[in-house]
């Protein structure tokens, strides 16, 4: 009895997950597995020690109309600083392709979220700019993919990558800057439903 009882739990808890939206989304279920129950509005990627150079990624999300929307979860997940997604032991399915550097940060009153983490590298051997992955999650409403947080530094970020991105949840190209203490900053606001197919109004 005990044993159906906790599958009926996993089995709503699956059901109650909200849909996904934006059209296709290849790994877009992995913003579910292992998420914190409450996760805080600062939450880090990569741990203290991991190689790399620190870098502090932090935003606002709005609505559409420009209010802060408080309460939505950003998931975010990058390579390490060699181009490869790191893995991690008991990770399975899409969370197993995002790999170890991944976390989830919930929006304060003001809609502000924040990760610390490093600067990812760029895929190997390829001609792909460093990015960092998001995805938002709006609860009772959907999750959805938003364009990634493109270096506007990067010399692999070409004009035409530039003018090919969508701009879901705004623009991703983020403007770094290098602290003396050696820390990189980068600011990604997100606008809720800005140019997701589908979004309910």
């Known amino acids: 009895m005990r044993r159906l009882l906790m599958l009926l ?9 909200e849909p996904v939206l934006g059209g296709p989304c290849e790994g877009c279920e992995a913003v579910f597995e292992g998420r914190p129950a409450q996760p805080g509005s600062s939450a880090r990627i990569a741990p203290p020690g991991e190689p790399g150079e620190p870098l502090l990624l932090e935003g606002r999300v709005t609505t559409l109309a420009g209010a802060p929307a408080a309460g939505i979860i950003v998931y975010a997940y990058h390579t390490d600083h060699t181009g490869v997604y790191p893995p991690a ?15 989830w940060a919930v929006t304060d009153a003001q809609g502000r979220y924040r990760f610390t983490t490093i600067r990812p590298g760029a895929y190997p051997g390829e001609n792909i700019p460093a990015h960092v992955h998001l995805h938002v999650l709006e609860p009772g409403r959907g999750t959805y993919y938003i364009d990634d947080v493109h270096f506007a530094d990067d010399p692999l970020l070409t004009p035409g990558q530039r003018r ?27 606008v809720l439903g800005l140019n997701i197919p589908g979004y309910p109004r």
């Open 9 to 17: 739990a996993v089995i709503a808890g699956a059901a109650a997950r």
């Open 89 to 103: 032991p008991g990770l399975t399915g899409a969370a197993r392709r995002h790999g170890r550097l991944r976390a």
């Open 164 to 190: 090919q991105l969508p701009g879901r949840g705004g623009s991703g190209i983020a403007q770094p800057a290098r602290g003396p203490d050696g820390l990189w900053r980068v600011s990604r606001d997100i």
